[in-house]
């Protein structure tokens, strides 16, 4: 089963090597993980995506808990008014004729990418949505086009509502 | 405001936590360090002669004494060093900080002389780890490591210094201290008030109850409100090896160790028990064997500080997180309101376990010509009954006749590595604990595989006029795993028999310590006897004792706690 856990870490030297070495030494598996500074630069958030059943999820969030470097965990999957999850995603394609471009810039307006960079040979799309949303887009133009180069960012979440994640 | 130096800040906040006793080895990065402890009137440094040595030390002085071990050593090597001790500390939650020194920040990531990513290297087997960057971190760092290693579930954190941090050239004001919080970092201390009472009515309904006693009550000082739960419900007591001494072994209520080679009568207790009532453990697999198969008709109410060591292996039905001397005293209070009374069957429980207790599981027959290992322990037993001696073991047979044939009278009387099972921790551990408690009569029980991983110590011993006691059960192999060779492969022994030990009688006159040899069974006492009247330095009395007797009860792997092989199981 995928959970997503949101975290609020101290920001500081070593804290996210704690984070992963925790996933690394119980054997749990990181999908994805994202990790920036919030609006009080002493702390970063972190979201990590990672599969396993109920019980190992409860032991990555209690284990998580436990790091003296971490201020908040949340398993958002379990928020009871649900949470929202979205992902960014960068594809480099080549382009070597008209109607390669005409193509891409046709499905790239269908699904509300957008062209960031484009050069003689080449198109960068960006698109945002749910992790399952960026699948869809991949695929599709994966059908359509040769693709260079592929960056998505990890998953990103926050809680529905007025649940929110207190420094 | 004083402007002093980052070393001498860092002794005036050690001196300020009332820090008394360093073990350590100095070398190219604290030398800075070393230099100012010579000004200290409070702070003794003693030299230990490997850096393990150090921390196995600084751990054993923190079990004896319950206060926070400290350990000072170089970088690169003089960290790597302590890693197993670090690992041992972490393995049964005991508080201590390592100071280590650290290449200068300029030099940091260039692969420079003696340089080793300590915080890296370290990370998995401590609680919480520093790097001072500035100068200025030092005592904050230093202030918060004893916080965190003293407070909820106890452990070792690491300060990792920098030369240059430490440095006479850069002299700053020295911070006060103020009140420590960590907003990131906030132990549970009272149990919830729900599960307290829940907890409080299942003791009392009740038929087959048991307490499982964990190393938490050590750790916790929560001894004597477990004795009070006990004494008002009339329930046995079984403890798992870190926990032997949380309840007086010498109590009629205290039936034994459980687990791997738990006591026959403390295994059938918890496997047909109706209410296991854990406090202070973690439900390790040598106590449990197989999770699954585990106390198959007891509901499991678990205390401990550690909220991720509730469910981990074992499901909680009541779980409660909190400090175990905090929670008694909670549960003792409901039950007080609650006017609670012993079971009407707990007559029918005892009677039960008497019934097992017959079984006589520690029974041995002596063997023509050589020493039972067994024997030793009784024998020493018998001597040191009432002088509150402390007894530090390494690890393998030794250790488990210890833990099952001493009977100790209270906690802090058995030091001995459980979780990470380190051998070459008993020489220094009792080392530590002579220093915390000078008055006290100390003894090692070792094997002759154990000895030999840290017996360079025996000089820090020496130096101090330690008169330590160690006890080698000589067999000439490593028992424990020979034991697995014995019964499980066939008798194919590989690299357990030790050959070409050396003489140990020389190696403790070498040391200028006491060597004694003990070869026949009439001269045992004797020879310990004449190891106790020792006065001024260690003596080691080497035993010589049979190779072939196994620890006995033995779980079978995979099993449930009643899956023992006993002593009339195999032929010894």
Known sequence: ?167 | MDKLCGAAQLIRALEELEVTEIFGYPGATVVDIYDELLNSQKIHHTLARHEQGAVHEADGYARASGRVGVALVTSGPGATNTVTALATAYGDSIPLVLISGQVSTSMIGTDAFQEVDTMGVTRPVVKYSFLCKKPEDIVPNIRKAFFIASTGRKGPVVVDIPKNCQSRSYLFDYEPSSDMHLRSYNPTVYGHKGQVNRAAEELCKAARPVVMAGGGIVQGAAGPMLESLVARLNLPVVSTLMGIGAYPCNDRRYIGMMGMHGLYEANETMHHSDLVFAVGTRFADRATNNVRKFCPEAKIIHIDVDPASISKTVHADIPIVGDAAAVLGQINSKLEELKAQPHPEIGKWWEQIAAWQDKKCLSYTEKEGIIRPQRVIETLYRLLEGRGAIITTDVGQHQMFAAQYYRFPGRRNFLSSGGLGTMGFGLPAAVGAQKALPERLVVTVTGDGSFQMNLQELSVARKYNMPLKIVILDNSVLGMVRQFQSVFYQGRYAATYLDCNPDFVKIAEAYDCVGIRVTEQNKLEEGLKQALEVQDRPVIVDVVTDTDTKVLPWQRADGSMIDMLLNTDLSQ
């Open chain 1, 1 to 167: 089963m995928r959970h997503v856990i949101s975290i609020l870490i101290e920001n500081e030297a070593g804290a996210l090597s704690r984070v992963v070495g925790l996933f690394s030494q119980r054997g749990y598996n990181i999908e994805s993980l994202t990790v920036a500074p919030t609006d009080d630069p002493t702390l970063s958030r972190c979201t990590i995506l990672t599969t396993g059943d109920s019980d190992e999820a409860e032991q990555i969030t209690k284990q998580l808990h436990k790091l003296v470097c971490i201020l908040r965990v949340s398993a958002l999957n379990e928020e009871k008014n649900g949470s929202q999850e979205r992902e960014l995603v960068l594809i480099k394609l080549p382009t070597p004729n008209r109607n390669v471009r005409e193509d891409i810039k046709s499905l790239s307006d269908i699904f509300g990418a957008k062209i960031i960079d484009v050069s003689p040979e080449t198109y960068t799309l960006q698109y945002v949505g749910s992790s399952e949303e960026v699948d869809t887009f991949c695929e599709t133009v994966f059908k359509m086009s040769d693709v260079l180069e592929v960056v998505r960012s990890g998953v990103l979440g926050i809680a529905r509502g007025n649940h929110y994640m207190h420094s």
